[in-house]
């Protein structure tokens, strides 16, 4: 909820050092894309890209944990690759470097109940999973996340 010390604090000359436009979460969780130049990480150098999108309050979703796993062949069991945050344009960049993804079967991890949680708010689907099979690894990957209290859509993005 943005009460009037958060709107204080969005609009003053502090908001600029802190690199993250919402201060709903904690310092250091949402990145300013400008940290990420050079990096690596990048969303363009990326093969595997998600943006995950708040529907009830229309924003992006900054400061969503979430983590990335691959289905290992031999013993069927879930390797973690990456745990992450979205930023503040509910992006997280730069999950896979290039030439780490291979063909496969990955699942990306929600954490939706804290996300709403931390903004009060109650929900019925404590954590989202999305498991995906990539099959050419010279291809980008973009795994939208809607997401509600009492819902969630995902799809194939470009």
């Not at 289905?71 to 999950?95: A, I, M, N, V």
């Not at 929900?123 to 980008?140: A, G, L, M, R």
Request: hydrophobic share 30%.
């Amino acid at each position: 909820m943005l009460v009037p010390e958060r709107i204080a604090y969005l609009i003053s000359p502090q908001w600029g050092q802190q690199g993250c436009f919402w201060s709903l979460v904690p310092t250091g969780i949402c990145h300013n894309r400008r940290e990420l130049k050079g990096s690596g990480m990048e969303p363009d150098s990326s093969p595997l890209t998600t943006h995950v999108l708040d529907t009830a309050s229309g924003l992006p979703a900054c400061g969503l944990c979430l983590h990335l796993s691959r289905l290992e062949d031999l013993t069927q069991q879930w390797t973690e690759l990456r745990k992450s945050y979205t930023d503040p344009d509910g992006r997280c960049p730069g999950l896979l470097r290039p030439g780490q993804m291979k063909p496969g079967t990955y699942k990306l991890s929600f954490d939706t109940e804290s996300y709403w949680k931390e903004r009060g708010q109650e929900s019925f689907y404590p954590y989202v999973e999305v498991v995906f099979t990539i099959t050419k690894e010279t291809q980008k990957f973009h795994v939208p996340l809607l997401l509600s209290p009492w819902s969630y859509t995902t799809y194939r993005g470009s």
